[in-house]
T-cell receptor
């Protein structure tokens, strides 16, 4: 079977750093993606890791370790607008070419 | 601004009705997808298509079918709606590779009564 594990809720203080972990068990793994979804909104693409290591995009970074079947999303200098749900998703790649999503982590940023 | 447009934001249908959910993208993307989103379950893939007239089953295809007659349009069909198909339905599209991210529509909230 396939599974993705991520915490259901995280709370952090404005200006702080938060890490959202994701572990996966799946066949046909090509990479790990992260999406952000505000309440009532559409999921929006944040990052993709096809290789081991850290990818940085502004305040957001994402990490992948294939050997550990593990990744994380790091959000720095948290802002109130970062309050949203964050989904990790396994990219099942060529042939299957689709995303398998986790159940999401609801991040609440408090003043 | 690139877009994925879903025809309805809210729909209410009766049990047993045939329901059509429409999705149109203006980005010339090869791939299109239908997901449903339920609390605590995340997004689950129903069907996807990587070319006109091509379709592939996702993780939960039972009770659904799809149609892709034109590259920009991907329709989800509930042949006989049931109450357990009450959900938020999200359409997405991507370039052929897909790893550069999916673009999602705003979703259709379907209630089956």
């Amino acid at each position: 079977g396939q599974s993705l594990e991520q915490p259901s809720e995280v709370t952090a203080v404005e200006g702080a750093i938060v890490q959202i972990n994701c572990t996966y068990q799946t066949s046909g793994f090509y990479g790990l993606s992260w999406y952000q979804q505000h309440d009532g909104g559409a999921p929006t693409f944040l990052s993709y890791n096809g290789l081991d290591g850290l990818e940085e995009t502004g305040r957001f970074s994402s990490f992948l370790s294939r050997s550990d079947s593990y990744g994380y999303l790091l959000l720095q200098e948290l802002q109130m607008k970062d309050s949203a749900s964050y989904f990790c998703a396994v990219f099942r790649g060529a042939g299957a070419n689709n995303l398998f999503f986790g159940t999401g982590t609801r991040l609440t940023v408090i003043p | 601004d690139v877009k994925v447009t879903q025809s309805s934001r809210y729909l209410v249908k009766r049990t047993g009705e045939k329901v059509f959910l429409e999705c149109v993208q203006d980005m010339d993307h090869e791939n299109m997808f239908w997901y449903r989103q339920d609390p605590g379950l995340g997004l689950r893939l129903i069907y996807f298509s990587y070319d006109v007239k091509m379709k592939e089953k996702g993780d939960i295809p039972e009770g659904y079918s799809v149609s892709r007659e034109k590259k920009e349009r991907f329709s989800l069909i509930l042949e006989s709606a049931s109450t357990n198909q009450t959900s938020m339905y999200l359409c997405a599209s991507s370039l052929r590779g897909g790893s550069n991210g999916y673009t999602f529509g705003s979703g259709t909230r379907l209630t089956v009564v």
